[in-house]
């Protein structure tokens, strides 16, 4: 008898243990269920964000990143969260990449392959306060910009910024360049695999302009810019893009003729008899104007970052009168303020600003305001490192040509991505 109970008990327990184990199978097949129809339906929501490809529609914000580990790649924070208030904090892990790991870094801006021999420049990123601002993600970018065009349109600053987010979407791949002007100051790239065209259109008054000029900014005659009529160079091209980083600045400072219906109408700096003098924010707020109206008007519908002007840090003189940059190290908010020409310039960028954000006409509009943060950063420029080497075999106090308004590669700049790829984010 006693047997036999046993035998039912084990008997029971067996079946017991089988019931429970087709539970377990039945749960995983479900929940294998469940995370393949999420995961598919997640892929199919994010494959139309990124294959849509209608020229007359902006494409959505992009998708916030998955959450990782570390969690360094959530992107916190609201719209009302001002991402170009901060400061600059140390980070230890350095550039992304470097003048060894990218080709495109141009020689005036190669500061370590041309002899700079301090490098804690490089060890310093932008942060916000009240919000976190992740390191910008190359291959989201890319997979975001699947079949579209970027477009940056300005001066030798904007070229600068091309040259940073080039090495660092050379992490996720090469871009091919497939078209250089003449100079080399306008070039196109392409990224096969995404179908992704980045483009550097060289319009520094971004209005028509007639420019005697070298490469070293030695002027031959009096600029003549036409305050009335856009320049062609990007306007014939401006159907083909889906974003773009337009700018002025500091060419605005230089000595120029301006014409409205190809008669002049005055001048900046040019002592001519009978010519009317006219100060250089009359003209800067005239081409901001007259573009921001042409891109709220155009059929054409894209999604426009407006970056304002970055002061230069010359002490002792400017460019051509000996100024130079030799600081080593960030300032901290309070310990420098902007020179009068700066505050000019960035009022007419805001007021025009507030002034076309509002009837943009299905385009959007975006400040990029890189202003403040830019002159937080003295130690980031070329300095005498414009040139290869330019102290070798001379004496250290011997005069050369110092560039203290561009930015090292690596370097400042590069937070630039970051800040734009949150800006896209928030769409």
């Given amino acids: 008898m006693n047997m036999k109970h046993a035998m039912n008990n084990t008997q029971f327990i067996l079946k017991h243990k089988q019931k429970q184990v087709y539970i377990n199978i039945a749960l995983c097949l479900l929940l294998i269920g469940f995370t393949y129809r999420f995961y598919f339906s997640s892929s199919i929501r994010i494959s139309s964000v990124i294959v849509a490809n209608d020229h007359h529609k902006l494409p959505p914000p992009l998708p916030s990143p998955v959450a990782e580990a570390n969690n360094t790649a959530i992107y916190k924070g609201s719209l009302e969260c001002d991402i170009f208030t901060g400061e600059w904090v140390r980070d230890r892990t350095g550039p992304r990449y470097t003048n060894n790991s990218c080709n495109t870094i141009e020689h005036h801006q190669n500061c370590m392959n041309n002899g700079r021999p301090d490098t804690d420049y490089i060890y310093w990123r932008w942060s916000p306060f009240g919000c976190k601002l992740p390191a910008f993600d190359p291959t ?16 030798s600053i904007s070229r600068n910024h091309v040259q940073s987010l080039l ?17 080399y100051r306008s070039k196109r790239w392409f990224f096969e695999s995404y179908n992704f065209t980045l483009s550097v259109i060289w319009s520094p008054f971004l209005l028509k302009a007639n420019i005697f000029e070298d490469n070293d900014g030695h002027s031959s005659g009096a600029i003549e810019l036409h305050l009335d009529e856009l320049d062609s160079v990007w306007v014939n091209e401006f159907s083909n893009f889906n974003y773009i980083v337009i700018s002025g600045g500091k060419w605005f400072l230089k000595t120029a003729v301006y014409y409205e219906n190809n008669t002049i109408i005055g001048c900046h700096s040019c002592n001519k008899e009978n010519v009317t003098e006219i100060a250089f924010n009359h003209a800067y707020r005239k081409a901001l104007r007259t573009v921001l109206d042409f891109v709220k008007k155009s059929d054409h519908k894209v999604y426009t970052f407006f970056r304002t002007t970055t002061p230069d ?87 050369v040509q110092n560039d203290c308004l561009h930015w090292c590669l690596p370097g400042p700049i590069d937070s630039w991505n970051d800040l734009m790829m949150s800006l896209l984010i928030r769409g």
């Avoid at 090495?167 to 090469?174: K, R, Y």
């Avoid at 100024?323 to 960035?346: A, S």
């Fill in 167 to 183: 090495c660092i979407l050379s992490q996720a791949e090469e871009a091919i360049e497939v078209y250089h002007d003449e100079e």
């Fill in 313 to 399: 840090h010359f002490e002792n003189g400017e460019w051509n009168t000996g100024g130079y940059c030799n600081r080593t190290g960030p300032f901290k908010n309070g310990e420098v303020n902007m020179r009068d020409v700066d505050m000019i310039m960035r009022d007419v960028e805001l007021e025009e600003f507030e002034n076309a954000k509002e009837s943009m006409n299905g385009s959007v509009l975006r400040l990029f305001d890189m202003t403040r943060l830019s002159l937080l950063r003295p130690d980031g420029h070329p300095g005498p490192y414009r040139a290869f080497h330019p102290f070798d075999g001379k004496d250290r106090n011997v005069h």
């Fill in 140 to 155: 989201l970018f890319l997979h975001y910009m699947r079949n579209r065009s970027m477009a940056f349109i300005g001066d």
